[in-house]
């Protein structure tokens, strides 16, 4: 599958590091901020935006990994993996609550959102025992060193700018080839894990190509507004069977409103076919 976007703009002073570090400034900026607001509590919402940053930050990681020495990358990278865990399980409350408000049968929802209430105070009081830990502070402090100082490996930074903003236009262009890749050696019923690691791809490709449209580099909305839309339609996918495995777990839960909550979040995972045709046209 081959697709069209605009030339990127010529700019001699292009500097790879230059474009890691203001793509990666804007996100751990964010993070950085959510963090505080969560520790103020200030927004429930905070827990989803700090996800968010933790994820697209991740996305670059691996985007740009080629651009960068690998020892500092895969610290920080493991760093954030222990602070998106931290914040996994309150997320993954909250999504679940989100689905459950939805139900029509008052004796299913309120068997479920009682549990769930119940275990997210239990979290949030973990959660703010967890910000009061130094190894948070020194994380976050080894995040904003990285993003304003890339640890660039030595032969990217004594390129010139045409051929730096080449590679760099490359390695996004390449995040979509990976992308189609992918779901063109999808079966016509894919199960949840190919659908998962879809996911991954999906982000990692729409994060790629908003950032090369936030720095001016290159400007493709088709593709960043199709892979927005699958991105979400995988997302339902992942939270259903997150929700799904929680159901079943609760071996205390009466037997009936546990089959009625299975069978209304029956799993639904969309055909290739349902992929392919999205209600966004797939750039050519």
């Given at each position: 599958m081959t697709f069209n976007q605009e030339t990127p703009r010529e700019n001699v002073d292009f500097s790879p590091s230059d474009f890691i570090s203001t793509t990666?400034?804007?996100?751990?900026?964010?993070?950085?901020?959510?963090?505080?607001?969560?520790?103020?509590?200030k927004s429930s919402e905070s827990t989803h935006a700090c996800r968010v940053a933790?994820?697209?930050?991740?996305?670059?990681?691996?985007?740009?990994?080629?651009?960068?020495?690998?020892?500092?990358?895969?610290?920080?990278?493991?760093?954030?993996a222990w602070l998106n865990k931290k914040l996994g399980d309150?997320?993954?409350?909250?999504?679940?609550?989100?689905?459950?408000?939805d139900i029509e049968n008052e004796q299913v929802k309120q068997g479920l959102i009682t549990r769930l209430h119940s275990q997210r105070l239990s979290q949030e009081l973990k959660l703010k025992k967890f910000f009061?830990?130094?190894?948070l502070d020194l994380l976050l402090k080894d995040l904003a060193?990285?993003?304003?100082?890339?640890?660039?490996?030595?032969?990217?930074?004594?390129l010139n700018g045409k051929k730096s903003k080449a590679k760099v236009t490359a390695a996004i262009s390449h995040t979509w080839v990976l992308l189609f890749d992918q779901?063109?050696?999808?079966?016509?019923?894919?199960?949840?894990?190919?659908?998962?690691?879809?996911?991954?791809?999906?982000?990692?490709c729409r994060y790629a190509y908003e950032a090369a449209s936030e720095t001016n580099l290159l400007q493709s909305p088709h593709i960043q507004a199709w892979t927005k839309q699958l991105q979400k339609q995988l997302g339902r996918v992942q939270d259903i069977k997150i929700?799904?495995?929680?159901?079943?777990?609760q071996t205390d839960l009466d037997p009936l409103v546990k089959?009625?909550?299975?069978?209304?979040?029956?799993?639904n995972l969309p055909t290739k076919k349902q992929l392919l045709g999205g209600t966004v046209q797939i750039p050519k």
């Open positions: 990666m400034t804007r996100h751990a900026t964010k993070l950085i901020s959510h963090i505080n607001d969560l520790r103020e509590i933790i994820r697209t930050i991740n996305a670059h990681l691996n985007t740009f990994a080629p651009f960068l020495r690998r020892k500092p990358t895969t610290a920080l990278s493991q760093q954030l309150i997320r993954g409350l909250d999504v679940m609550i989100a689905l459950i408000t009061e830990v130094p190894e060193n990285f993003a304003l100082h890339p640890p660039l490996r030595r032969k990217f930074a004594k779901l063109e050696s999808l079966p016509k019923r894919p199960n949840a894990k190919q659908l998962h690691r879809l996911r991954i791809a999906t982000k990692e929700l799904r495995t929680w159901i079943k777990k089959t009625q909550a299975l069978i209304y979040f029956a799993p």
